[in-house]
């Protein structure tokens, strides 16, 4: 499962939302709140963000601040996510020591 299976959407105005997709073993569509710090990892995973305006409807997000370029370039392509890599994912998200460093790395 790549980034483009992952719909990430966030509050017009604000850096909170949801994501979801559609489990690769099941197919049935999984939704999951996405705080601050969920959508930093899913953007910097190259998932593409959506919003949402107040009444809940999926409009253009337009950040308030420009992104800087990544001084780094495009990434390359790499290997798809498998669901080893789902789930791992899932339970890096859910430790708050490994999104603090992630989010302080230079």
């Given at each position: 499962m790549g980034p483009e299976s992952i719909l990430l959407q966030v509050m017009r105005g604000g850096r909170e939302?949801?994501?979801?997709?559609?489990?690769?073993?099941?197919?049935?569509?999984?939704e999951k709140r996405a705080d601050r710090k969920i959508v930093a990892l899913l953007v910097s995973a190259g998932v593409d963000v959506s919003g949402r305006s107040p009444g809940g409807t999926a409009e253009m997000f337009e950040p308030d601040v420009e992104l800087p370029e990544d001084p780094r370039g495009p990434l390359p392509p790499g290997p798809a996510f498998s669901i080893d890599d789902v789930i791992d994912f899932h339970f890096k998200l859910e430790n708050e020591h490994y999104i603090e460093q992630f989010l302080t790395a230079q």
């Open positions: 939302g949801t994501y979801r997709f559609d489990c690769p073993t099941c197919m049935e569509p999984v």
